[in-house]
């Protein structure tokens, strides 16, 4: 993602650490410790209005050699225990602000920022864990509160064959609109559920963009940013929607 400054920042598995590019290319690592251990492999994150970076640290990319760099254990915490953390744009202090998920992954704030959005993918390593997205309230820009489910990932779905089909598979990569919706990069399932899936504000879903390849991120772009670009495995897709992109 971008800073408010325009400078880039990166949430690489492979260094397990948060960098920001700087405008004349040099790079400055703002994260790669907490309590004095290793980072897992952050993940993904957004920029605060007040210059907070915040970032999930779900532990993929140490857990195998094909995105990142793996851990010599063989755990699903391979450094510590997973998280979502802040750092502080005035101290650089990094800060946990909750470590209640089994592996944050996506996170997205509201078009207010009064809200955070957080993708749940502990099942890939947890029995227990749910497949959803959780929503948070943001207290005073630096803290979470009241923890609940916003929508859960299980979806009866027609596949391109005309079968019918009920399955549950990940939310990746999230952005918001400028209407409040969430478009969440989506799959693990395959045809018929694997792409985007558009949440309204209160957790429906009122829509999908059916990609033929899992779709692991996604944001708004274009001088109007109602561009929606799409990462998939192998593949980058865009389509052109009739709405705005909520953020930088």
Known sequence: T?????RQISFEHGNRRVVRYEHNGTATVLADKFGGKPLNAPNDGAVHPDGGIWFTDPGYGSLMNYEGNKAANDSPQPYQKEAVYRIDPKTAKVDKVSDEMFKPNGLCFSPDYKKVYIA????????????????FDVIDGVKLSKGREFASMNLKFVNSQGHSIEGAGFAAGMRTDIDG????GAGWVGDGYDG??????DGTRIGQILLPEICGNLCFGGPKRNRLFMTASQSLYAVYVETQGAHI
């Open 2 to 6: 971008f800073d408010w400054e325009g």
């Open 120 to 135: 749940e993918t502990g099942a890939s390593h947890y029995e227990d864990a749910p497949k959803n997205i959780m929503v």
């Open 181 to 184: 919706n969430l478009w969440v």
């Open 196 to 201: 985007v899936h558009i949440l309204a504000p």
